[in-house]
């Protein structure tokens, strides 16, 4: 009954943590609330075991609490995605785990009858376990693409579907027998899919990728909800898997792909104009003076941070010049696509980092309309989300994605690291048109020089 | 234990109806906070503005190890060896996602808040 009612308090501390989240003000205050409903919980599941071994639990809290709070002090911001992305791991894991035990001690979970476990029990530990291990491996293959060591393979549909079907199989064999055999199978096969689901996604795809495993975790922990029959874990990985549903949706609406091309066929097809590449086209390139004289004589200047903003870590750089810019009395802008970066508002998180105020940081649909009345728009590191084949070509794999319209700035500051062509394979006009300017070479010392060249 | 095809189907509807004992893993009682879980879940997310969905997902990611309570149950007892290893471990590694989770999204909404 204490327990029980510990419980909904831990629940109802979790929907305020993330109702916090509406507003950036009320956002620690929810973390807060996060941590207490955690602790409850703990306490709580503590209680419930009846002097069970408290030093043992301590142990094992104090040494992965430790690792974690090293972790997440050490890493850097941009490379966020990757954290969240090994996170995610641990909970896949963590349910597998949990899932093995209630498989082979379920006295523990109060799950068995005088005829072993209960079928329903058996389908709901089977899922558990099943997503877990789709979780575990499936996260450690991002992270390793996130961290760059690892460059992806193309798996065929076919291989995906079997592994789908023979896992159906697997559970219903589980249900029916009971043994541990087809359990220990459906887990490995679970695991494989794991991997062969994310190894063919690319770079660009990643965003929809962490948010999609974040579903995944969140839905493991239902199942294990489930199993167990705790109402406080079904209702956290609900509300942890349509979190994550969303945040999916919401990228992929992005890029204008639906969920099922990015799984399923995940490289756009590089049906790439040959002739765009037999012939070098021209375009103005300029020196960091050239675009300090630029931005120095603009009323207005939009900025549009990309991946390369993270890679190059030009945030500082990038704020310094913002401040500049305003001192001269120059309006200053960040427009962020909801698909740059590696993550959901990873841009958010890199521009926070560096000191920018966030009320000068605006979404697509808030700031597009502004690209047309100003004088400089600023694109850092950023290529697919303003190339303007997306609105126009539709023959161009990325056609129908909403972009930022850079190209109706009356003058393009282009910085990127080389004429390549981005995540998409897609060649970009906006470098050639005449108002554009490409600044060529890392993003950050581009900046800096800037920098130099206006004081 | 060998279950049969129809004691599977049995037992499922015992579970789902109103099967006079309490039935352990859940039934229909399980399902509606599930379901109504997640429209609240739905509700909540599309609530969360944009900038702060990157601390959204770490804040998930902290609060989906609550099967920390799960590895609790398995670990705390003394009875089943492996079944406290396997507990011991999901603690340790639900423990650095509760930690870490927190710890980062902390971070995070310092720096927005910072920036005010």
């Not at chain 1, 994310?198 to 969140?218: E, R």
């Not at chain 2, 129809?6 to 004992?21: E, M, P, T, V, Y």
């Not at chain 2, 509606?32 to 601390?55: E, K, R």
């Amino acid at each position: 009954m204490i327990a029980d009612t510990l419980y909904l308090i831990a629940a109802v501390c979790f929907i305020f943590a993330l109702s916090g989240l509406s507003r950036a003000e009320s956002a620690q205050r929810g973390n807060l609330c996060g941590i207490f409903g955690m602790t409850t919980a703990c306490v709580a599941a503590y209680l419930t075991t009846r002097s069970g071994d408290f030093w043992f639990v301590l142990i094992a809290v104090i040494s992965g609490g430790g690792i974690g709070v090293f972790i997440a002090k050490a890493v850097s911001m941009t490379a966020l995605p990757q954290m969240v992305a090994g996170f995610h791991s641990l909970v896949g894991l963590a349910a597998v785990l949990i899932s093995f035990s209630a498989c082979f001690a379920p006295e523990l979970f109060r799950i068995s009858t005088s005829s072993g476990i209960k079928v329903l029990s058996l389908l709901e530990m089977g899922l558990g376990s099943s997503i877990g291990a789709i979780t575990f491996l499936g996260s450690i293959i991002a992270f390793l693409k996130l961290q760059g060591m690892y460059k992806g393979h193309s798996i065929p549909t076919s291989l995906n579907t079997f592994f789908a079907f023979a896992i159906c199989c697997l559970l219903l064999c589980f249900m029916l027998t009971e043994s541990e055999e087809a359990f220990l199978l459906l887990t490995l096969v679970s695991l494989l899919f794991g991997a062969t689901l994310i190894m063919p996604i690319g770079g660009a795809d990643m965003p929809v990728v962490v948010s999609m495993l974040n579903s995944y975790s969140g839905w493991a922990t239902s199942g294990i909800g489930f199993t167990i029959a705790n109402d406080l874990l079904i209702i956290t990985g609900a509300l942890v898997g349509s979190s994550g549903a969303i945040l999916s949706y919401i990228m992929c609406k992005g890029m204008n792909r639906s969920l099922w091309s990015v799984i399923f066929t995940p490289e756009p097809a590089k049906s790439v104009n040959k002739s765009t590449f037999d012939e070098p086209r021209t375009f103005k390139s300029g020196a960091p003076e050239d675009a300090a004289f630029i931005l120095k004589n603009a009323n207005s200047v939009v900025v549009v941070p990309g991946y390369g903003m993270a890679t190059s870590k030009a945030q500082h750089a990038l704020k310094e010049l913002g401040d500049i810019l305003k001192k001269e009395g120059i309006g200053v802008k960040y427009a962020i696509h909801p698909v740059a970066g590696r993550m959901p508002g990873h841009m958010n998180v890199l521009l926070a980092e560096a000191g920018v105020p966030y009320d000068e940081v605006f979404e697509l649909d808030e700031i597009n309309r502004d690209f047309a009345f100003c004088d400089v728009a600023y694109v850092i590191g950023a290529n697919d989300v303003v190339n303007p084949a997306a609105k126009n070509d539709p023959s161009c794999p990325i056609y129908g994605m909403p972009i930022l319209d850079a190209e109706k700035a009356k003058i393009i500051l282009f910085l990127k690291r080389s004429m390549g062509t981005g995540y998409a394979g897609v060649d970009n006009e906006l470098f050639y048109i005449s108002n554009t300017m490409m600044l060529l070479g890392d993003a950050k010392k581009t900046t800096e020089n800037i920098i130099k060249a206006m004081q | 234990m060998k279950c049969g095809f129809q004691s599977l189907i049995d037992s499922f509807f015992w579970n789902l109806g109103a099967g006079g004992q309490a039935s352990v893993s859940g039934g229909m009682h399980t399902v509606t906070v599930f379901i109504l879980a997640c429209f609240i879940g739905y509700y909540l997310v599309w609530n969360v503005t944009p900038a702060l969905h990157a601390p959204l997902i770490s804040v998930t990611n902290a609060i989906s190890s609550v099967i920390i309570v799960g590895a609790i149950f398995a670990a705390a007892q003394h009875f089943y060896g492996h079944a406290r290893i396997f507990g011991f471990v999901a603690i340790v590694l639900t423990a650095i996602n509760i930690f870490g989770g927190f710890t980062i999204t902390h971070r995070m909404l310092n720096m927005f808040r910072r920036n005010k």
